[in-house]
């Protein structure tokens, strides 16, 4: 097994905004991120336009409910990024609680192998959210290889994608970019 992770970012400026969606998201939508009792979440100003977010629960197959479910409460663009066993790149893009943009990034006989299709594919409104020059968008979505296409997306877009809740311990860089919230559900 290769390296994995999961994460979810905010279109935002607004990070008390976010903060209050995520705190409203783990009290009314509990089962999207595991139903625990206490949520902890890592949150980052990762730059003037993207607010990043960790959660131990993101994970590939998870975090896109999350950023479905989130972006419904904020009423800001999500991204969802999901990295699996160095294979897959799954990138996601929510408005108002619906999928409006995704791109997969793997070789062909991984797409095969795990019946993988995007759910909608719609590269303008992908650029356009992103805002990538039209000539470097191109370039990014030929990448056939999903660790090149995080590193370029990271370039694109300003701001790490390689990050997840799992690694903040052994990673001094996350640990001072990310904030730790805590979340904590009442019993009804």
Known sequence: MGRSFANLHIKSENLEKSVEALRELSAEHPEVIGNPSKVVMYISQSNENWISVLNEYFVWGTVKKVGKTLSRLIGEPVMTA???????????????????????????????????????VQDDYLREALAIRTED????????????????????????????????????????????????????
């Open 82 to 120: 999901g990295y699996i066993n160095e294979e897959i790149f799954e990138l996601s893009i929510f408005e108002n609680g619906t999928i409006q943009a995704e791109r997969i990034f793997c070789a062909e006989w991984t797409r095969e192998e795990y019946g993988l299709k995007e759910e909608h």
């Open 137 to 188: 968008f191109d370039h990014f979505i030929g990448i056939p290889s999903p660790w090149q296409a995080v590193d370029k997306l990271s370039e694109l877009v300003r701001m790490p994608l390689w990050s997840d809740s799992e690694w903040i311990p052994h990673d001094e860089n996350l640990r001072n970019r990310f904030g730790k919230y805590e979340f904590h559900l009442e019993n009804t």
